[in-house]
């Protein structure tokens, strides 16, 4: 499903206006800037309750929502599940947040202990936090298994654990913070151009490779193979990013919590 | 329950902790004579919701507690009471105690008479101390996304709220913000009156909806749909399935024309017709006006007097406060959250001259000190700058500093939204410094920032002001 007329990425923001509990849409803004950046065209469509999604895209995006707002989606974004997994199949990019990323696994089991189906993108399945169980909430530092990417920083807030199944990758191991569980010191998942992750908001923004490899699997997928460095094209948000990154680093290594080995 | 004795006994211990703080030269000791004095007695709070003889109203809400209670206090002074009310941000039930510290003197004793109490609450934190301090009043002002780390979602505060309504054995009148449907539709639990405020003027809507207005889903499960929106999720709403719909406000604004430093309103009491000058910028400051009219109204306080109040009072503490420091005016601007922080943006743009609603015409006006720090206060969650609009302010900014412990984060966010910081400086008096020097003689320096680096950088500037520390000053 490749459309190479033009320098076009067709970005798909999914239910933005019921989940975007933790600053989504600073991923959205990364990745238009981040596209303009690269001599790209961020086509962004929304797609929310009720609406159907379109033939074809380059780029998925959905964030993060609470136990109320995923009971709202989940059985639609379910029956989306066999075309998200055919993109996925495909190569299509994709990012799912915090919330998003535990509807994106096989299941999720709420506070209320009912189980809401999940898209099956990722073999994950996720349970929320039981009574006497903390939150997952602090700053974030992870090494992500994608090559290029290195050191991923952020901030987590979720109740739920997630654990892996047989057919999963990690997206990151947990180096401060908590990641998929607090267990297993894996963070997010990875299933070909698909991410899962717990960091929220501003993940793409301050990660400025991570930005990078997500732009050029959706470029890829459109059928654009080469793209400019980042350095050399827009300079404003390089700059900052990569200040953002490295401050940010700093404060999770100071105030994040180290991973028990 | 304690004794008289020895509720006076940990008065006194208290106002002691507190002194000793200060000499230390340990900032204000807001929270430190509370803490000691709630642990000698605990039922502190209690006595203090019966202590002013006109009893007790209490403000809660995500945006405007502390200007609606400044306001409010303005209202009953003009009223002929006095008041006995809590220090800005002093919200939890330390701060509360840590009031009466204050107003007990040396001996312990507080002398309530000719009274009203005046207590604005934290939202979260009201729920158990609504029955302790058994408000005549409770004024709801509206229900943003604010430190998701701290408040967790906003359904369940606002649940939590209805709960404690519900469960009231006395009859306490509501308050409540008619254009916000998560405050307005508490109505339905009330065992009082109920007084509302509302924005009738249609032309003060947004062209469009932010962002940070998520979605807002009625009791009965729809989806609300808003004919209006004045910010985020706040306008003129109603459910398309059960009916449910912003009421008629009994305190409204009919007219807004928003001004620079102030808003000329006209406002409707009842069926009363009265011309207000709101003494502070923005759409939100008009809000927090309706509000404390609308507690008048629900105190007894006649209209005219009201009015006149709220028309002579000025900025609350490090809300809007106007200051001149060599040769430049430098206002101070509170940022807690997306909401506020996308009105204040409104209100900046309006307030030189642009429509506010970025119509490309403007130049680079804007001098700006932009701060950011990630305490505990402030939301240890920085993320939450990506959902204000910032975006709106291309153009507009002539120059910007980026400061506070996260001041890479912020000139990031602004650099996603177009805007290059000129500095990037974490300590405060240096980035103030480069602000000042960037700001022509004679133009305006607007600092945003939020909780904690407020309280630093509102004291610098102060000082050079020839103004005092916070704690110095009347609260
Ligand atoms: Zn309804």
Same mark, same amino acid.
């Given at each position: 499903?490749?459309?190479?007329?033009?320098?076009?990425?067709?970005?798909?923001?999914?239910?933005?206006?019921?989940?975007?509990?933790?600053?989504?849409?600073?991923?959205?803004?990364?990745?238009?800037?981040?596209?303009?950046?690269?001599?790209?065209?961020?086509?962004?469509?929304?797609?929310?309750?009720?609406?159907?999604?379109?033939?074809?895209?380059?780029?998925?995006?959905?964030?993060?929502?609470?136990?109320?707002?995923?009971?709202?989606?989940?059985?639609?974004?379910?029956?989306?599940?066999?075309?998200?997994?055919?993109?996925?199949?495909?190569?299509?990019?994709?990012?799912?947040?915090?919330?998003?990323?535990?509807?994106?696994?096989?299941?999720?089991?709420?506070?209320?202990?009912?189980?809401?189906?999940?898209?099956?993108?990722?073999?994950?399945?996720?349970?929320?936090?039981?009574?006497?169980?903390?939150?997952?909430?602090?700053?974030? &530092?992870?090494?992500?298994?994608?090559?290029?990417?290195?050191?991923?920083?952020?901030?987590?807030?979720?109740?739920?654990?997630?654990?892996?199944?047989?057919?999963?990758?990690?997206?990151?191991?947990?180096?401060?913070?908590?990641?998929?569980?607090?267990?297993?010191?894996?963070?997010?998942?990875?299933?070909?151009?698909?991410?899962?992750?717990?960091?929220?908001?501003?993940?793409?923004?301050?990660?400025?490779?991570?930005?990078?490899? &997500?732009?050029?699997?959706?470029?890829?997928?459109?059928?654009?193979?080469?793209?400019?460095?980042?350095?050399?094209?827009?300079?404003?948000?390089?700059?900052a990013a990569e200040r953002a990154h490295r401050a940010a680093v700093l404060v999770a290594r100071r105030r994040g919590r180290p991973v028990a080995r | 329950m304690a004794s008289a004795l020895q509720r006076r006994v940990a008065l006194i211990a208290g106002r002691v902790a507190g002194e000793a703080t200060r000499r230390l030269g340990r900032g204000?000791?807001?929270?430190?004579? +509370?803490?000691?004095?709630?642990?000698?007695?605990?039922?502190?709070?209690?006595?203090?919701?019966?202590?002013?003889?006109?009893?007790? /109203?209490?403000?809660? +809400?995500?945006?405007?507690?502390?200007?609606?209670?400044?306001?409010?206090?303005?209202?009953?002074?003009?009223?002929?009471?006095?008041?006995?009310?809590?220090?800005?941000?002093?919200?939890?039930? $330390?701060?509360?105690?840590?009031?009466?510290?204050?107003? =007990?003197?040396?001996?312990?004793?507080?002398?309530? !008479?000719?009274?009203?109490?005046?207590?604005?609450?934290?939202?979260?934190?009201?729920?158990?101390?609504?029955?302790?301090?058994?408000?005549?009043?409770?004024?709801?002002?509206?229900?943003?996304?604010?430190?998701?780390?701290?408040?967790?979602?906003?359904?369940?505060?606002?649940?939590?709220?209805?709960?404690?309504?519900?469960?009231?054995?006395?009859?306490?009148?509501?308050?409540?913000?008619?254009?916000?449907?998560?405050?307005?539709?508490?109505?339905?639990?009330?065992?009082?009156?109920?007084?509302?405020?509302?924005?009738?003027?249609?032309?003060?809507?947004?062209?469009? =909806?932010?962002?940070?207005?998520?979605?807002?889903?009625?009791?009965?499960?729809?989806?609300?749909?808003?004919? $209006?929106?004045?910010?985020?999720?706040?306008?003129?709403?109603?459910?398309?399935?059960?009916?449910?719909?912003?009421?008629?406000?009994?305190?409204?604004?009919?007219?807004?024309?928003?001004?620079?430093?102030?808003?000329?309103?006209? /406002? !409707?009491? +009842?069926?009363?017709?009265?011309?207000?000058?709101?003494?502070?910028?923005?759409?939100?400051?008009?809000?927090?006006?309706?509000?404390?009219?609308?507690?008048?109204?629900?105190?007894?306080?006649?209209?005219?007097?009201?009015?006149?109040?709220?028309?002579?009072?000025?900025?609350?503490?490090? !809300?809007?406060?106007?200051?001149?420091?060599?040769?430049?005016?430098?206002?101070?601007?509170?940022?807690?959250?997306?909401? +506020?922080?996308?009105?204040?943006?409104?209100?900046?743009?309006?307030?030189?001259?642009?429509?506010?609603?970025?119509?490309?015409?403007?130049?680079?006006?804007?001098?700006?000190?932009?701060?950011?720090?990630?305490?505990?206060?402030?939301?240890?969650?920085?993320?939450?700058?990506?959902?204000?609009?910032?975006?709106?302010?291309?153009? $507009?900014?002539?120059?910007?500093?980026?400061?506070?412990?996260?001041?890479?984060?912020?000139?990031?966010?602004?650099?996603?939204?177009?805007?290059?910081?000129?500095?990037?400086?974490?300590?405060?008096?240096?980035?103030?410094?480069?602000?000042?020097?960037?700001?022509?003689?004679?133009?305006?320096?607007?600092?945003?920032?939020?909780?904690?680096?407020?309280?630093?950088?509102?004291?610098?500037?102060?000082?050079?002001?020839?103004?005092?520390?916070?704690?110095? /000053?009347?609260?």
């Open positions: 499903m490749t459309d190479g007329a033009g320098r076009v990425i067709r970005v798909l923001s999914l239910y933005d206006d019921v989940m975007n509990v933790y600053a989504d849409r600073g991923n959205t803004l990364a990745v238009q800037r981040g596209a303009a950046a690269l001599g790209l065209e961020a086509d962004v469509l929304r797609v929310s309750l009720g609406e159907a999604l379109p033939e074809a895209v380059n780029l998925v995006l959905i964030g993060g929502g609470q136990d109320r707002e995923q009971r709202r989606i989940a059985d639609e974004l379910a029956a989306h599940g066999p075309r998200l997994r055919e993109w996925a199949a495909e190569g299509v990019a994709m990012l799912a947040v915090c919330g998003g990323f535990q509807l994106f696994g096989r299941w999720y089991r709420d506070t209320a202990g009912r189980t809401l189906p999940g898209a099956g993108v990722f073999d994950v399945t996720s349970v929320a936090g039981g009574a006497g169980q903390p939150r997952c909430i602090g700053d974030v &530092l992870v090494d992500s298994t994608l090559e290029g990417v290195g050191e991923v920083v952020g901030f987590e807030n979720h109740g739920g654990r997630t654990y892996l199944g047989p057919a999963a990758q990690p997206f990151a191991r947990v180096l401060y913070g908590s990641g998929n569980n607090g267990a297993d010191g894996t963070e997010g998942a990875v299933h070909r151009e698909a991410i899962g992750t717990y960091l929220h908001g501003s993940v793409l923004p301050k990660n400025p490779r991570l930005l990078r490899h &997500l732009l050029a699997a959706a470029a890829r997928h459109a059928g654009i193979e080469a793209l400019p460095s980042v350095e050399g094209a827009d300079g404003l948000m390089a700059r | 204000g000791g807001t929270a430190l004579p +509370g803490l000691v004095a709630g642990r000698l007695a605990p039922d502190l709070v209690e006595a203090l919701g019966r202590l002013a003889e006109h009893g007790a /109203v209490t403000v809660t +809400g995500t945006n405007g507690k502390t200007t609606t209670t400044h306001l409010l206090a303005a209202i009953a002074r003009e009223a002929g009471m006095e008041t006995l009310t809590n220090r800005s941000g002093s919200n939890l039930e $330390r701060g509360l105690v840590t009031t009466y510290v204050d107003a =007990a003197g040396r001996d312990g004793v507080a002398d309530g !008479r000719g009274h009203l109490g005046l207590f604005e609450v934290d939202e979260a934190a009201l729920p158990p101390l609504f029955p302790r301090l058994r408000p005549r009043v409770a004024v709801f002002l509206n229900l943003f996304r604010d430190q998701l780390d701290r408040y967790g979602e906003i359904d369940s505060v606002a649940e939590g709220w209805a709960a404690m309504i519900a469960a009231a054995d006395w009859a306490p009148a509501l308050v409540l913000n008619a254009d916000d449907p998560s405050v307005a539709l508490l109505a339905e639990g009330a065992r009082g009156p109920v007084v509302t405020f509302g924005i009738d003027d249609e032309a003060a809507a947004l062209p469009e =909806a932010e962002h940070a207005s998520d979605a807002r889903f009625c009791v009965c499960g729809s989806r609300f749909q808003h004919a $209006r929106v004045f910010m985020g999720h706040v306008g003129h709403w109603r459910c398309p399935d059960c009916g449910r719909r912003r009421p008629r406000p009994d305190v409204a604004a009919t007219r807004v024309l928003l001004g620079v430093d102030g808003s000329e309103v006209d /406002v !409707r009491i +009842g069926e009363g017709a009265h011309a207000l000058t709101v003494p502070t910028a923005g759409l939100y400051s008009v809000s927090n006006a309706l509000a404390a009219l609308a507690t008048a109204v629900a105190l007894g306080v006649p209209g005219d007097a009201a009015v006149r109040a709220v028309q002579q009072s000025g900025p609350a503490f490090g !809300r809007q406060e106007r200051f001149q420091v060599g040769g430049r005016r430098v206002r101070v601007w509170l940022a807690k959250n997306p909401a +506020g922080l996308n009105e204040i943006v409104r209100a900046l743009l309006a307030s030189r001259g642009g429509s506010g609603e970025g119509e490309g015409r403007e130049a680079p006006d804007l001098s700006l000190l932009a701060m950011l720090n990630d305490g505990i206060q402030d939301g240890q969650d920085v993320s939450w700058i990506y959902d204000a609009d910032l975006e709106r302010l291309e153009g $507009r900014v002539a120059s910007l500093v980026c400061a506070g412990d996260r001041a890479e984060d912020l000139a990031l966010r602004l650099a996603v939204a177009g805007i290059e910081a000129d500095v990037v400086e974490r300590g405060t008096e240096v980035a103030l410094d480069a602000a000042l020097e960037r700001t022509k003689a004679g133009e305006v320096l607007d600092i945003v920032a939020t909780y904690t680096a407020m309280l630093e950088v509102r004291d610098l500037v102060a000082a050079r002001a020839g103004q005092g520390a916070y704690w110095e /000053v009347a609260p």
